[in-house]
C-alpha cells in the first residue's frame, strides 16, 4: 500500500536527499523511503536510556559548623589557604 503526501522539506535536507539520489541511482521517493526506514528502525532499536537516580547519604551534622557561612563551609573543607 502506498499513500500520496505532501511533506515540506527545508533546503538542504532536500538537497542531501537529491544527491543521495544520484549517487544511488534511484528515485527521490525511493530514497526518501530509505532513509525514513532506516531512521525510524535505528529509532527503535536504540537501547532505552537507565534512569539516573540520587541516592542521598546522611554526611552527619557538625556542632558549631556554620551551615549557612558558605565561605566558612569552604574554609573549614579545604582548609585556610583555599583561593
Do not use: C, Q
Not at 542531501?16 to 541511482?25: D, H, I
Not at 534512569?51 to 582548609?79: C, N, Q, S, T, W
Amino acid at each position: 500500500m502506498s499513500i500520496r503526501t505532501t511533506v515540506t522539506l527545508d533546503d538542504d535536507v532536500a538537497e542531501r536527499v537529491k544527491r543521495e539520489s544520484r549517487a544511488r541511482g534511484a528515485t527521490f521517493r525511493e530514497t526518501i523511503n530509505e532513509l525514513l526506514r532506516v531512521a525510524l528502525v535505528a529509532k527503535a532499536s536504540s537501547p532505552k536510556r537507565k534512569r539516573f537516580r540520587v541516592k542521598p547519604l546522611h554526611m552527619g551534622y557538625i556542632p558549631g559548623l556554620p551551615y549557612d557561612d558558605i565561605e566558612a563551609l569552604i574554609e573549614y573543607a579545604e582548609g585556610p589557604d583555599h583561593r
